[in-house]
T-cell receptor, first 116, second 116 residues
C-alpha cells in the first residue's frame, strides 16, 4: 500500500523569507502523480502544485516550486517570498493512474504559520 | 461556475439519528469520492464511485453508505451515527475514472459533523 509521510507537524517562516515543507512517500509503482494541497482556515482544499513522476523537471507555480527526488521518494515544497496569506495547513498527496480507484493518499499535513 | 457543492456545511446531531450529507458537481465528472479529515490523520477515503451505479469501499467505510443514482450526485449516508464519526467530511470529483491520475480533484467546501 502507498503511504505518504509528512514528519513535521508545524513550521514557521518570516514574511518574505523562504520555507521548505518536506514529504516522503512509499510506493512500488513507477508511474504516479504527486500533489501539494493548501487548506486555509476556510477549510477549502486548494491545489497548489502537481508533479508527474515521469517528468524529471521539477514543477513550479509562481512562488511555489517542488524538489522531486524520485529515487529517494521525496517531494518537498518550497515557498519563496512567503506572504501572510500562505499561512495554512499543507497536505502532500499521491495518486496512481490507470487504477480502478484512483484515490488520493494524503499525508497528515503540516501547519505553516507566517510571522509578519 | 464549475464547483462541487456539499450540504450542510455544519451539522450537530445525536447518536443514532440517520443523516445524509449531499454532494453535487456540475462538471459532468465520472469519478467521485468521500474523504474524512481528522487531526493528525490527514484525509482518508471513505467510499468512491467510478460512475453511475458503481460504488466501492475506500479505506474507512464502516458506518457509512453511499449511492450514485445520477452522475452529478453522490450523497453520504450515516444510518446510525456515532461519536467516532465526528469529523470534517469532503466530497471530491474528477473528470476521469483514474485513467489520468494527473487530473485535479475538485473538492467541496467541507461538512463539519458533530455527533453527540
Amino acid at each position: 500500500a502507498q503511504t505518504v509521510t509528512q514528519s513535521q507537524p508545524e513550521m514557521s517562516v518570516q514574511e518574505a523569507e523562504t520555507v521548505t515543507l518536506s514529504c516522503t512517500y512509499d510506493t512500488s509503482e513507477s508511474d504516479y502523480y504527486l500533489f501539494w494541497y493548501k487548506q486555509p482556515p476556510s477549510r477549502q482544499m486548494i491545489l497548489v502544485i502537481r508533479q508527474e513522476a515521469y517528468k524529471q523537471q521539477n514543477a513550479t507555480e509562481n512562488r511555489f516550486s517542488v524538489n522531486f527526488q524520485k529515487a529517494a521518494k521525496s517531494f518537498s515544497l518550497k515557498i519563496s517570498d512567503s506572504q501572510l496569506g500562505d499561512a495554512a495547513m499543507y497536505f502532500c498527496a499521491y495518486r496512481t493512474p490507470l487504477r480502478a480507484n484512483s484515490k488520493l493518499t494524503f499525508g497528515k499535513g503540516i501547519t505553516l504559520s507566517v510571522r509578519p | 461556475e464549475a464547483q462541487v457543492t456539499q450540504n450542510p456545511r455544519y451539522l450537530i446531531t445525536v447518536t443514532g439519528k440517520k443523516l445524509t450529507v449531499t454532494c453535487s458537481q456540475n462538471m459532468n465528472h465520472e469519478y467521485m469520492s468521500w474523504y474524512r479529515q481528522d487531526p493528525g490523520l490527514g484525509l482518508r477515503q471513505i467510499y468512491y464511485s467510478m460512475n453511475v451505479e458503481v460504488t466501492d469501499k475506500g479505506d474507512v467505510p464502516e458506518g457509512y453508505k453511499v449511492s450514485r443514482k445520477e452522475k452529478r450526485n453522490f450523497p453520504l449516508i450515516l444510518e446510525s451515527p456515532s461519536p467516532n464519526q465526528t469529523s470534517l467530511y469532503f466530497c471530491a470529483s474528477s473528470p476521469t475514472g483514474g485513467a489520468d491520475g494527473s487530473t485535479e480533484a475538485f473538492f467541496g467546501q467541507g461538512t463539519r459533523l458533530t455527533v453527540v
